[in-house]
């Protein structure tokens, strides 16, 4: 079932900087803990160049996990919860770990670009940035719940 935009909000771009601000924090706490056993490697080994880069791509690793694992099992991360964010598929389906691949690739190539790959929102027409065109994904805005007094 694709989706018809009409019936969905797009969030904007200072809603998805702000779910990313909340992520990043998060991240950073599991990088802590990620990195725990990284100074019981001999520092002679860790000025190697491929120790370097086996530590840098695990650390790699567990940030695509952290993104992934959210995206895949119910289409927000803790910052896209709090600010009512979902990532879904063109087709309306949930994201598999292929697409989550190609979304965190992209949100890099989006990043390594000075963000202009997030900036793009702002004028593309159908307010998506470039890790969601690449990885055929979109975001939505989700409704406010409504609160019942008991």
Excluded at 117 to 134: E, N, Q, Y
């Amino acid at each position: 079932m694709a989706l018809d935009r009409k019936d969905i909000a797009i969030p904007g771009l200072p809603r998805r900087l702000a779910a990313i601000t909340y992520d990043t924090l998060l991240l950073a706490g599991v990088l802590m803990i990620a990195g725990t056993p990284l100074p019981l490697v001999p520092e002679s080994i860790q000025k190697l160049w491929w120790m370097r880069l086996l530590i840098q791509t695990y650390l790699l690793a567990c940030c695509y996990i952290f993104f992934g694992w959210f995206w895949v099992h119910g289409g927000q991360t803790l910052g896209m919860r709090a600010w009512r964010i979902r990532v879904i598929r063109h087709d309306g389906q949930a994201v598999c770990w292929s697409g989550a691949a190609l979304r965190f690739l992209g949100a890099m190539l989006s990043w390594t670009a000075l963000g202009l790959g997030f900036l793009w929102v702002i004028i593309d027409p159908a307010g998506m940035a470039w890790h969601d065109r690449l990885s055929k994904t979109r975001l939505i805005e989700l409704p406010k719940r409504s609160r019942k007094l008991a």
